[in-house]
Nanobody, 128 residues
Framework: QVQLVESGGGLVQPGGSLRLSCAAS????????IDWFRQAPGKEHEGVSC????????YYADSVKGRFTVSRDNAKNTVYLQMDSLKPEDTAVYHC?????????????????????RGQGTQVTVSS
């Protein structure tokens, strides 16, 4: 079964850190671009980060640059999103997703970017 499963979300105080994991099964995610996007209540989903399956190139939204780091562990078939200096506005459900066959990350993320596999999401809440 081809699937992505996220984990690592939770409640954290402003300024804190979390590391999200995106574990793949049924396919080798090392060949494909893996996106992280988030959706907050009442807001459109927003692309946060991406790691390319071809050359390891990465993409970050301006809102998270310098605070979030995406990485991949090929042996574990898992992608990570390290989130530091978290802010209340980072509160959202975070999903990892891919379009099988697409190895590259976008230069500019668009809400029209499509996926054919995505995880169920993990809740991140930043609050004091």
């Amino acid at each position: 079964q081809v699937q992505l499963v996220e984990s690592g979300g939770g409640l954290v105080q402003p300024g804190g850190s979390l590391r999200l994991s995106c574990a793949a099964s049924g396919f080798n995610l090392n060949y494909y671009a893996i996106d992280w996007f988030r959706q907050a209540p009442g807001k459109e989903h927003e692309g946060v980060s991406c790691i390319s399956g071809r050359d390891g190139n990465v993409y970050y939204a301006d809102s998270v640059k310098g605070r979030f780091t995406v990485s991949r562990d090929n042996a574990k078939n898992t992608v990570y999103l390290q989130m530091d200096s978290l802010k209340p506005e980072d509160t959202a459900v975070y999903h990892c997703a891919a379009l099988l066959g697409r190895p590259s990350c976008p230069t500019v993320w668009s809400a029209s970017r499509t996926y054919n596999i995505r995880g169920q999401g993990t809740q991140v809440t930043v609050s004091s």
